[in-house]
């Protein structure tokens, strides 16, 4: 299995682009996928496949996966964006891996 | 629409054990994975396990393994796990989740509270 390391926390001003990142040391060989949860509600899947959204989720949110490193991108972050975001990628051994998130705060 | 619906919260006292249905709608049950994961309070998310409903194949947590059973019934699209000899540090938020091939978790149970407590 592998460990997926991410930043607890990180601050962005509305309007600019917050950027989350993941890492791994097999993480480029995988999929990697992101999770949006609110206070008090279930995650919210917002980037799978690296880069790909599900329907509804804001062209605002973008992904990449390269090397260890993948990256949650948002431009233009809006204050309804606050909330917690975790990676996750898929490994043969473990199944399910996921990181420990970050905690976005846009003030 | 796809939905997950999970049963309520309980109580439990040290030791004992714990149920979670989880009830599938509006798509083909055998055709996706479903996944467990576990939130204590203030913490962040925990990989338990998954089965394929399909064929009852099952791949669990380290953590967890000897201590949790995945189990699906198709005839109702409700996947159960049980997890036992429960401790104080298993009171979590607990929830299904659908799992996509490759690995994303597409679709999302409302969680279901559990509270380990003498």
């Known amino acids: 299995s592998f460990d997926l390391t991410q930043p607890p926390s990180v601050s962005v001003s509305p309007g600019q682009t917050a950027t989350i990142t993941c890492s791994g040391d097999?993480?480029?060989?995988?999929?990697a996928s992101w999770y949006q949860q609110r206070p008090g509600q279930s995650p919210v899947l917002i980037i799978f496949?690296?880069?790909k959204r599900p329907s509804g989720i804001p062209e605002r949110f973008s992904g990449s996966n390269s090397g260890t490193t993948a990256t949650l991108t948002i431009t233009g972050t809006q204050p309804m964006d606050e909330a917690d975001y975790y990676c996750?990628?898929?490994?043969?051994?473990?199944?399910?891996?996921f990181g420990g998130g970050t905690r976005l705060t846009v003030l | 629409q796809v939905q997950l619906v999970q049963s309520g919260p309980e109580v439990k006292k040290p030791g004992a054990s714990m149920r979670v249905s989880c009830k599938a709608s509006a798509y083909t049950f055998t055709d996706y994975g479903i996944t467990w994961v576990r939130q204590a309070p203030g913490q962040g998310l925990e990989y338990m396990g998954w089965?394929?409903?399909?064929?009852?194949?099952?791949k669990y947590g380290q953590k967890f393994q000897g201590r949790v059973t995945m189990t699906t019934e198709t005839s109702t699209s409700t996947a159960y796990m049980e997890l036992r000899s429960l401790r104080s540090d298993d009171t979590a938020t607990y929830y299904c989740a659908r799992l996509l091939s490759g690995g994303p978790l597409d679709y999302w149970g409302q969680g279901s509270l559990v509270t380990v407590s003498s």
């Open positions: 496949q690296d880069d």
């Open positions: 089965i394929n409903p399909q064929n009852g194949y099952t």
């Open positions: 996750q990628a898929w490994d043969s051994n473990t199944a399910v891996v």
């Open positions: 097999k993480l480029g060989d995988e999929f």
